[in-house]
């Protein structure tokens, strides 16, 4: 069973602090890994990450996979209020003509940025 | 920017009743996806749907659950008789062109609450 384990539950930091948030997973076939930003609807689309070592970036925001070490990060640097929400990391299955590209979610991290 | 539309945003229904979850995906995409989050635990996945049929289902969705895409723009989420465990916010997914790793876009959801 595919499975995501995402790390710390919950942090608090204030505006300025720079934050790592870390995501684990187990997933049959990896084809690719996502993070999502939700606030209080919509989980809202940030990266999406295939290869190894390859940092995608937007703005504050940064992120990196490694496929050996079955992990990924997400950094935000220079924290704003506007970033606090729950951080989503999810997986897709290989397709192997059996997956279309079912997402797997880990339980979150809560980003609380306080001014 | 186009985005996926739900309605309603909250639905109330007792207990035994037919709902039906309605959804709008991005006008372009090919995939379209259910998936739930009970207050406090993980997104889950439900059902997948490509080529007008279900192509992968989880455990979760049983002979109470069916979907629909009864025309070109509207992908419908029916469960037949509800139960109290079925309350939880209900989100709908779309994604884009077969060729190439594409993200998975989320609407606002729907809150059901099963009296």
């Known amino acids: 069973e595919d499975k995501v384990v995402q790390s710390p539950l919950s942090l608090v930091v204030h505006e300025g602090d720079t934050v790592t948030l870390n995501c684990s997973y187990e997933?049959?076939?990896?084809?690719?890994l996502l993070w999502y930003k939700q606030e209080k609807k919509a989980p809202t689309f940030l990266f999406m990450l295939?290869?190894?070592?390859i940092e995608k970036k937007s703005g504050r925001l940064s992120s990196i996979l490694d496929k050996k070490e079955l992990f990924s990060i997400l950094n935000i640097t220079a924290t704003q209020t506007g970033d606090s929400a729950i951080y989503l990391c999810?997986?897709?299955?290989?397709?192997?003509?059996?997956?279309?590209?079912?997402?797997?979610f880990g339980q979150g991290t809560i980003l609380t940025v306080h001014p | 920017e186009p985005e996926v539309t739900q309605t309603p945003s909250h639905q109330v229904t007792q207990m035994g009743q037919e709902v039906i979850l309605r959804c709008v995906p991005i006008?372009?995409?090919?995939?379209f996806y259910w998936y739930r989050q009970i207050l406090g635990q993980k997104v889950e996945f439900l059902v997948s749907?490509?080529?007008?049929?279900?192509?992968?289902k989880s455990e979760i969705f049983d002979d109470q659950f069916s979907v629909e895409r009864p025309d070109g723009s509207n992908f419908t989420l029916k469960i037949r008789s509800t139960k109290l465990e079925d309350s939880a916010m209900y989100f709908c997914?779309?994604?884009?062109?077969?060729?190439?790793?594409?993200?998975?876009?989320f609407g606002d959801g729907t809150r059901l609450s099963i009296l």
């Open positions: 999810a997986v897709t299955p290989g397709a192997g003509g059996t997956s279309y590209g079912k997402l797997t």
């Open positions: 749907f490509y080529n007008n049929e279900i192509s992968e």
């Open positions: 006008s372009n995409h090919l995939y």
């Open positions: 295939t290869s190894s070592g």
């Open positions: 997933v049959t076939n990896f084809r690719s």
């Open positions: 997914a779309s994604r884009g062109r077969i060729r190439g790793e594409q993200p998975q876009h």
